[in-house]
């Protein structure tokens, strides 16, 4: 496996070391492989999760907080696939089913406010330069 320091890391992502370790501190990202004497050491779904986390929060304006529940709804959900067989019962999958359920149709509510607002926002500035085109046309002619 090719190895990464978190310095390369931090190159890489445009982060700083110090961002990068908080994200893993509040869980954002799982804790990296350590070296005999301690050194962290990331591999390159390391570098595409930080992209992800960074999109995330610049892009779509998800807060580090929603970003924390996230990561933790796709980690019960996958251990939820590889422990699936081993639940009690049925009706113990059906129920835990059912919350993962709700957390998720509530991160998609919340996500969906946000598109909106920010469509709104796109449609406003598209509708301002528009305005300053004809504008700069017309003094122009």
């Not at 050194?39 to 580090?64: C, F, P, W």
């Not at 926002?121 to 017309?138: C, G, N, P, Y």
Request: charged share 35%; hydrophobic share 30%; glycine share 4%.
């Amino acid at each position: 496996m090719n190895w990464l320091k978190i310095e390369q890391v931090a190159q890489e992502t445009g982060l700083t070391k110090r961002t990068i370790r908080y994200y893993e501190e509040i869980g954002l990202l799982d804790s990296p492989h350590r070296s005999e004497k301690g050194t962290r050491l990331y591999t390159a779904d390391d570098i595409t999760n930080l992209r992800r986390i960074v999109d995330a929060k610049e892009v779509l304006g998800i807060s580090l907080q929603d970003l924390q529940q996230f990561v933790s709804f796709r980690h019960s959900l996958e251990h939820y696939r590889q422990n699936y067989k081993g639940r009690d019962g049925q009706e113990g999958r059906i129920e835990k089913l059912t919350e993962l359920e709700q957390k998720l149709s509530d991160q998609l509510e919340l996500l969906d406010r946000k598109l909106e607002k920010m469509v709104s926002f796109r449609d406003e500035l598209r509708s301002m330069h528009e305005r300053a085109q004809t504008v700069l046309e017309e003094l122009q002619s």
